[in-house]
């Protein structure tokens, strides 16, 4: 009997050893996409009248860059939250006027953040979110 009793703990730690890698391998995938959260949106819309240059988005110390955007256009900027942090927009319209604007605060934890803003004539900027 302690053969049996042997190949049954040997066959119990294969199972065990078999269920703590598969929890492993779904605790590590689901920290990749935590971190690879790209579900948060920033549109940003062009109704200045102008092309936008040098386009910025800022949210903590991330920051996403397009180098134009026409009168019309909009832009989705997806982001990540690892810490609290407010967001920025900035750029400059084609008559060489800049703008810029600090939006609300985003911090980790909410999930799919939504804001827009609205580039507007002369650069004024408005914007909304929601969660």
């Known amino acids: 009997m302690r053969g049996a009793e042997v ?3 040997s066959r119990g730690f294969a199972v ?5 890698l598969l929890a492993l391998g779904v605790a590590a995938g689901y920290g990749l996409a935590v971190l690879a959260d790209d579900s948060h949106r920033i549109v940003v819309r062009n109704a200045s ?7 910025a988005v800022e949210v903590g110390a991330a920051r996403y860059e397009a180098e134009s955007l026409a ?3 909009s832009v989705t ?3 990540v939250v690892r810490q609290d942090s407010a967001y920025r927009v ?3 319209l084609a008559d060489g006027a800049r703008f810029e604007h600090s939006f609300g605060y985003v911090t980790p934890g909410v999930p799919r953040y939504r804001a827009s803003a609205v580039i507007g004539p ?3 900027v408005e914007g909304s979110a929601n969660w």
Not at 16 to 20: F, Q
Not at 49 to 55: C, F, K, S
């Open 77 to 79: 900027v997806g982001f």
């Open 49 to 55: 009248g102008q092309t936008v240059t040098d386009l």
């Open 16 to 20: 065990l050893r078999r269920l703590l």
């Open 90 to 92: 900035a750029g400059t």
């Open 71 to 73: 009168d019309g256009e």
């Open 7 to 9: 190949r049954s703990r």
């Open 122 to 124: 002369g650069g004024a």
